[in-house]
Each structure stands twice: as C-alpha cells, then as structure tokens.
DNA sequence: CAGGGTTCTTGACCTGGATCAATGTAAACT
DNA sequence: AGTTTACATTGATCCAGGTCAAGAACCCTG
C-alpha cells in the first residue's frame, strides 16, 4: 500500500474499502462456524484485516507440504482438503478431511514446521491466517485466544475419537462412523445430512480407515444391498441415517 | 485462610510463605519441561498462586471421568496416568499415556466436558490449573496462551503420529515404535532412556496400540531373543536403541 | 506364607480383512 | 472418434494377528 495521500476523495475510497473489508467475515456464509464468532466488531475489522482471502486451489495442488516452515493457519473457504503423514515404505496415512470453516496446520505451532502435507481434494479456497500477526492480536483479544484454543482442543477431541475408530472398530463400524461423521458434518454447514458428494476416493477413504480399498468397495456394496445407503459415482444418499448410527458401534 | 492481622511478625510469615510460594515453580525439577517456562518472574508469581499443587492420587484412582464438567487442565507432577475413550459392548482404546510435566484434559476446553477418563497407573500427583483464572489471565500474559497453544498443538501432531501408527504399522512397528517413544521421553525428564519401568500393565499396552495381550507378550519375548531389550517384569533395559529404532518404520 | 485373584506367557487354532488378479468404468488427452 | 491412465468393483486366496485355552508367575491380604 502506498502513503496516505489527505485528499478528500481518496479518503472517502479508503473509508469505503475498509468498510466493505470489515463486512467480509460478518457477511460471510461460514461466519457462524469460524474463527471471529463472538468478536467485538472492532476487534473483527482488525482481524479481517490481516486475512489473507480467497487463495484458490486445484484438485491434487498442496496448500503446504510436510516440514515446511509453519507460517500460517488456513480455514477452509470452499471445497475440501486431505491431510496426510507419511510412514516408511512410501506408506501413507490420511489424517484427516477437511471442510468449509475447518482449520488445517494447527498442528504446526508447537514445532514451527508443518507436520502433515495438505492437498485439496477439488477446487477448493481458503482463507489464510498469518499467525505472527495473530500472536499480536493475542494481549488485545483474549476472545481470539480463547477461540483458537476451542479450535485446538477441538480437533483433538475428534483425534482422539479417531483413535478409538481405528484401534477398536470393525470395517463395518468404522466404514459407518465415516458416512455418519460426514453427514453429520454437511449438515452443520447447512447442507443435507442425506445427500451429497464424497470429494475423496475410495483409495483416500480406505487409507484414512485403515482399510484396503477392496474392502471399501465391499462394504458399500454391501451397505447398498442391505438399502441403508445408494451410491451413484461419488453421490451418496443415507436412505437410513439412523440405522447406520446404530451400526457404528 | 484467616483476614490478615497486622501485626508484624504474622506479616514476615506471611511474606516469606509468598515468597516460598513465588519458588515453587522455578524450584521445581519439571520447570524447563512445563507450561510457566518463559515467563517474566512477577508474571510466574501471579500463575503459581492459581495452580492447586501437589494433590495426590493412589493406584487406579480417577482424576477425571468420561463427561464430568471441565474445570481444570492437570499437569502430572510425578508417577503416570493413562486416558481411555469407551466405544460400545465396553470396548475401550486407551488413547494415552502421561508423564510428569505432560497436560491432561485439554481435550475438554472445546465441549467443556472432559472427552476421555483419566487413571493413576501408580501413586502419582499431579498440579491443577484452574482453567477460568488461566483465562483471566489470558490478556495480561499472551506468553502464556502461547505455551498452552503450543501444548494443544504438541499433543495434536502426536495423536496424529498415532494414527499413522494404528492405522499403518505393524504389529512389530507398532511395539517398537512404543518403547523407542517411552526411552525418549524418560530421557527428555532426565532419566535414563535405555532403563526404566513399565508403570502400565501389558493389556494397556495392547489396549494403546491396537493389539491383543497375547500378541505383545509374543512381541516383547521375540525383542528379547533378539537382545535388543531386556524385560524383567516391570522393569525394561533397551540393549540395541538403535536397532530398535529401525524397527519403527 | 497360604491361598485366591490378577496379570503374564505360551501353544494351537481360526478368521477378518489384506493381497493378488482380472475386469469394468470413466474421465482426460490426443 | 479412440487411446491412455486412473479409479472402482468383484472373486479367489492367504496370512498377521486375534481368539481360546491352560499354565506360570506375580501380586495382595489375612
């Protein structure tokens, strides 16, 4: 940005594009599941100030890759990512999907280098959260502060459930668990529980359950046959939400 | 407490317990390793006088329940605990295991109720911080929402280590990549990191890395053919930690 | 230190889901 | 249009690790 320049007409610009700035997480659709829920509304007009907007990805572009220095958090604006550790062997474990309002690379701050590769699913934008600029914000908001640690713990208590998942549950229950969950997940971003589009493959799901994808494929079929769910491609309808809750164990 | 009495020698009592209370974290063996760890002296001051210390819990005892109202975040001060989730038919996966100078609980700030029930594997102590006056102080020491960020997000990148683990590895891995995990951190607490005990029971361990008893009883007894560790009872010597190292894959 | 419980080890057997293989489908590029 | 390459389904076979069973070693507590 150059230096202010006192002419009146150029001050009115300046007005109306921090006005217009300050509306742009208020009016946002995901507003009510994002990080500035619950900020002064001056306190927001300065966060939204330091957001980097609408960065768009590809299908298959990383946002960041494995031990890359940590700068930034992202939220997830639109479209969907995957994130994923690699073991010896080339193996690979997804650690997890992510969706509009969800935050990716919080598990970088304690190391400063991102743990995981992030990559989007299908076209897909987010917005970006330097984090220096956050720590500055930290003294002044404490809400903030308290908001990103609500985020933190969060994601750790869905983490921990993961844990349970792939430690104790069959390949009926987990394969269930993850039609459940994401339902479950559309519906609070105000989409159908019953109806939508799985971003990822097969070969993504079956990694991220611990499962071969053959078996994968097996179970869905077999979910079909038994008219709890349709499949048609990547479209999904539950034709019996509550019997798949019971078949998650 | 009784009100204060001005008298002067009570005032010398007085001053000299603050005093001795202002030590108590600096003083302590776990200072480098826990949460006041870089703040200023007066700021280390005010959080000692908030944190409940030294409360101590026998064997088997519960710190907190599966569902019980979030009030504080416990940092172990001696022995260990471990955290289990239950699934359905009494299923449980036992998601950690804790060492002094580690948080429990912090999975509870988001939902307010603590997500897991948390047990002394042995006479352990631990020290509560209060986590409403943590906050109240949450503007006044942004150092201090940093350290319990950078905690949350330790504790996510290595309950997403664990999933790679459940999700990825071997039996053989996954025992390997237990005791090579628990020598490490031994040593980071100024013990030995090639002799120490097991305060948990071999079904913990099974429970912790997906495994049945059976199975990590057959897995130890092979590690010790191979002299790479020695077991006796309780007790573990780690013969070839490198070898060991390369088994983790 | 006897005895009743719990935890640990070891062996024999079994199975859920992995692996291998072959074919089907469909999007992406000539 | 046809060709390539990636993804998905289905069947046949296999095996790592689970389950069952039976002792052995280790507690506790009286």
Redesign the pocket.
Known sequence: MTHANNVAPLFRDIAKVEHEHHLACQSCALYRLCLPLGLHSDDLARLDKIIKRSQSLSRNQSLFNYLAPFKSIYVVRSGAFKTTISASNGREQVTGFYFPGEFIGMDAIHSQNYQSTAKALETSSVCELPFERLQEFGAAMPQLQMQMMSRLSKELSSDKSLMVLLGKK???EKMATFLVSLSRRFQDRGFSATEFQLSM???DIANHL?????????L??RLQDGQLVH?E??SVTIEDLEALQKLCG
């Open positions: 069959t390949a009926e493959s097969r070969s611990g499962l071969a994808v053959e078996t994968v494929s097996r869905l079929g499949f491609g990547k």
